[in-house]
């Protein structure tokens, strides 16, 4: 029998603990030797939760004193680079949950000392994983569509009570919602045709909603609203329909005097640095053309994707079972249906990113995320970036070469 891997996690918010820190407590094969975060209480809270002997502080210290096998990073994205290329220096392997880093820059600078360390670095693309996806990939590949030439998504996330509520709405901490959530699409879009070469992006995208003036009531004269719901007058009274108090143990008073972070804080004061609805357009140098819409006003959360090749269209919704091809000529339909089985968190994919990333890292598997596949999502998501703030046209080498 294998020894067990030893694994650490960085970061101990909702996916480090609920997520990665949940499947990898399940399971007989590896052990959780220590959580990391720079908030202790926090990361005292989160092993305790976990059942984890020891919590650290300081990276570096962890690293050094538990030695792990392997760390999983679920910091905030602007964090990724530093704690990727920390553990990097002290030989452990990786998992990165999107994105890589929050510009090109960054994940250059990971890129070169996974080189120099030899260790495996996989990114968290848990969409790969969606049975859904897999079996989208599959039709693609076996030519069902012919020469697939374009495909877009369209998601809809109830998110407002919580992209814009927490550290993911701040551009400094998260990249921008084209690199912090756009990662994920971009990165399916390069899957599912093959990892052409993206040559240009442009994107339009706003803060339409959840403005200063967007408040979906009247506030008195003199009583300002928030700044974080658990102690907004508007949200005790009833009066704020999008009111998500979020003031757990580990998001409590005590957490919040080690660095004011609250999940609460109100949505209609957000950054207004990142948007709450947009399109980003992608072409590619064999000539395919992407299209991802993001909309985080909406009262359901759902991705639906349509992949038009040269003999017929594929349709899906992530949240169903059923995957339907229209053929070009004809109008005939192959439905194909996905087992009804509990498939875990986002459709399925988070406990298989966990099964693939510990098979990589045994020797069982290769890596089916590279952070070469990661560099090329982040560079599209912050084009579109740079696309929407200069309003032009964004072509990929002006960040890639």
């Known amino acids: 029998m294998k020894k067990k891997l030893n694994v650490a996690i960085v970061g101990a918010g909702g996916r480090g603990i609920s997520c990665f820190g ?3 407590a399940s399971r007989r094969d590896c052990t959780i030797s220590a959580i990391c975060d720079i908030n202790e209480v926090r990361g005292r809270l989160a092993a305790e939760k976990l059942n984890v002997p020891v919590f650290y502080a300081d990276l570096k210290q962890m690293l050094k004193k538990e030695k792990p096998d392997a760390v999983i990073i679920t910091t905030p994205d ?3 680079e530093e704690c990727a290329v ?6 452990v392997n990786v998992l990165i949950d999107k994105p890589l880093a929050t510009s ?3 994940c250059k600078h990971i890129i070169r000392e996974a080189e120099k360390s030899g ?3 996989m990114m968290g693309f848990n969409l790969r994983h969606a049975p859904l996806l897999v079996k989208l990939k599959e039709i693609v590949d076996e030519g069902v569509l012919g020469k697939v030439f374009l495909i877009e998504n369209r998601e809809f996330y109830d998110g407002g009570r919580t992209y814009m509520a927490r ?3 701040r551009k400094s901490s998260s990249g921008g919602l084209w690199i912090h959530k756009g990662s994920h699409d971009f990165d399916i879009f390069n899957w599912i045709l093959g990892f052409p070469t993206p040559r240009k992006v442009t994107a339009f995208a706003g803060m339409n909603v959840f403005t200063p003036d967007g408040f979906p009531f009247t506030p008195e004269k003199g009583k300002a609203p928030g700044p974080a719901c658990a102690e907004c007058r508007y949200a005790k009274n009833g009066l704020c329909k999008d009111a998500s108090p979020r003031q757990g143990e580990e998001w409590g008073k005590e957490a919040q005097k080690k660095d004011g972070y609250v999940k ?4 209609y004061l957000s950054d207004l640095s990142v948007h709450d609805n947009g399109f980003a357009v992608v072409e590619y140098e064999n000539g395919a053309r992407a299209c991802h819409m993001e909309c985080f006003v909406a009262s359901m959360s759902d991705r639906f994707y349509t992949v038009v090749g040269t003999h017929g269209l594929a349709t899906l919704s992530l949240s169903g079972r059923t995957i339907t091809v229209t053929k070009r000529w004809g109008g005939e339909k192959i439905v194909y ?7 875990g968190g986002h459709a399925g994919a988070d406990p298989r990113l966990v099964e693939s990333f510990l098979r990589t890292i045994q020797g069982l598997e290769s890596n089916r995320s590279t952070i070469e596949q990661g560099m090329l999502s982040t560079a599209i998501g912050e084009a579109a970036e740079l696309s929407r703030e200069e309003n032009r046209v964004v072509f990929l080498k002006e960040l890639l070469s």
């Open 22 to 24: 949940k499947h990898l």
């Open 104 to 106: 090109v820059k960054g």
């Open 167 to 169: 550290w993911n709405g």
């Open 337 to 343: 249906e996905i087992p009804a089985i509990n498939l």
């Open 119 to 121: 260790k495996t670095v």
């Open 78 to 80: 602007a964090a990724h």
């Open 86 to 91: 920390t553990a990097l220096k002290h030989k």
């Open 264 to 267: 609460d804080s109100c949505m």
